[in-house]
């Protein structure tokens, strides 16, 4: 709130400023600015404009306006203003980072590194720069270049703690989940919002401490209780510790927050499985189906579904789409085989259970299980 009131003081003197000299370009752009800050793209878009008219090499503004148009999801028009900042000045740093943004937002990780890596040539200092460097690199799968980029970051900046968050994710990816917590913690230290408890409630349910991944998702839900996602993972933990029906309970709410999130659909219907309630998890599979119908896992949970309801040809039907969408999942096979058993067609089962077993020799351990009619 202090921020945003500071944001309406400074737009009010700007507005002065303006009045007292309509051809301020200057003060158009700090006014952009200020509406910037408050989330008023649009508003500030104008400003920008009518400070460039007034001054055509206003490099300053043409990367605030850049910014602006990559807030409002328009990377192209961004892009084309960041060339020019940068053909107005080959030297700013600044225009270089922020085309880097806007190249990863387009998914072009190697011009985005391009432009970081002109961005830290002009200004090895900049510890967004790293970050952004890294971010880029660990898009592209590249961990040990990523924590390499974040670990500088750090070191320039020791409050930056995106780079703290960005690393716990890179460790994450190495299966370093001791690291992550650690990083993660930084994060929260220096900046506690919702997105980092999720990041280290996400890294202690991995390494299986349910109690401590709660306890972080409940402080993420009181810093923003309209947070789906936050809701989604402490049903994951509830049904982790076989708490099926407060699962439920918080699936039920991130659904309400986010009507459209298959894997809250698909996930509610696993936990209704798990309490012997079919329909109501085959209707949830066929939601999750609905919105993304290329959705492999709900397809074999569905057909599980099916198959603890007897009706083995329900089942093969979603298995054999699961298997034409993705014809190397090896569960999918694992899934039809047991259903070819319970149809009593052997061949059939014992050439999925090879396919199986082909792909992911560690199915052989699901398919030992498996009682032969």
């Known amino acids: 709130m202090a921020r945003q009131g500071r944001n309406d003081r400074a737009i009010a003197d700007y507005d002065e400023a303006i009045r007292l000299n309509p051809k301020d370009a200057v003060a158009f752009n700090n006014r952009g600015k200020a509406w910037f800050d408050k989330g008023e793209s649009d508003r500030a878009i104008a400003d920008y404009d009518e400070a460039i008219r007034l001054n055509p090499n206003y490099g300053v503004a043409l990367v605030n306006r850049g910014r602006a148009w990559q807030a409002k999801g328009d990377i192209d028009r961004a892009i084309a203003d960041y060339d020019e900042a940068i053909g107005l000045n080959p030297k700013n740093a600044v225009a270089f980072n922020n085309r880097g943004r806007a190249w990863e937002a387009k998914g072009d990780n190697d011009r985005a590194i391009a432009d970081y890596d002109e961005a830290i040539g002009l200004n090895p200092k900049d510890a967004v720069a790293f970050n952004n460097r890294g971010k880029a690199w660990f898009d592209k799968g590249e961990s040990d270049r990523a924590i390499a980029n974040y670990d500088e970051a750090i070191r320039l900046d020791p409050k930056l703690a995106?780079?703290?968050?960005?690393?716990?994710?890179?460790?994450?990816?190495?299966?370093?989940?001791?690291?992550?917590?650690?990083?993660?913690?930084?994060?929260?230290?220096?900046?506690?919002?919702?997105?980092?408890?999720?990041?280290?409630?996400?890294?202690?349910?991995?390494?299986?401490?349910?109690?401590?991944?709660?306890?972080?998702?409940?402080?993420?839900?009181?810093?923003?209780?309209?947070?789906?996602?936050?809701?989604?993972?402490?049903?994951?933990?509830?049904?982790?510790?076989?708490?099926?029906?407060?699962?439920?309970?918080?699936?039920?709410?991130?659904?309400?927050?986010?009507?459209?999130?298959?894997?809250?659909?698909?996930?509610?219907?696993?936990?209704?499985?798990?309490?012997?309630?079919?329909?109501?998890?085959?209707?949830?599979?066929?939601?999750?189906?609905?919105?993304?119908?290329?959705?492999?896992?709900?397809?074999?949970?569905?057909?599980?579904?099916?198959?603890?309801?007897?009706?083995?040809?329900?089942?093969?039907?979603?298995?054999?789409?699961?298997?034409?969408l993705d014809p190397k999942h090896a569960p999918a096979f694992v899934n039809r085989s047991i259903a070819w058993l319970g149809k009593g067609d052997s061949d059939r089962a014992i050439a999925d259970s090879e396919e199986a077993m082909r792909l992911d020799p560690r199915e052989a351990r699901a398919l030992a299980t498996v009682e032969t009619p």
């Open 162 to 324: 995106v780079a703290f968050t960005n690393r716990g994710n890179a460790w994450v990816a190495k299966g370093d989940r001791e690291r992550a917590i650690a990083d993660y913690g930084e994060a929260i230290r220096l900046t506690p919002t919702a997105v980092a408890f999720i990041n280290r409630g996400n890294a202690w349910l991995e390494i299986g401490d349910n109690d401590r991944a709660i306890a972080d998702y409940d402080e993420a839900i009181r810093l923003d209780s309209k947070l789906a996602v936050a809701f989604y993972d402490r049903g994951r933990a509830w049904r982790a510790k076989g708490d099926n029906d407060r699962a439920i309970a918080d699936y039920d709410e991130a659904i309400r927050l986010d009507s459209k999130d298959a894997v809250a659909f698909n996930d509610r219907g696993n936990a209704w499985l798990d309490i012997g309630d079919k329909d109501q998890a085959l209707a949830d599979y066929d939601e999750a189906i609905r919105l993304n119908p290329k959705y492999v896992v709900a397809l074999i949970d569905r057909g599980i579904a099916w198959r603890a309801k007897g009706d083995n040809d329900r089942a093969i039907a979603d298995y054999d789409e699961a298997i034409r």
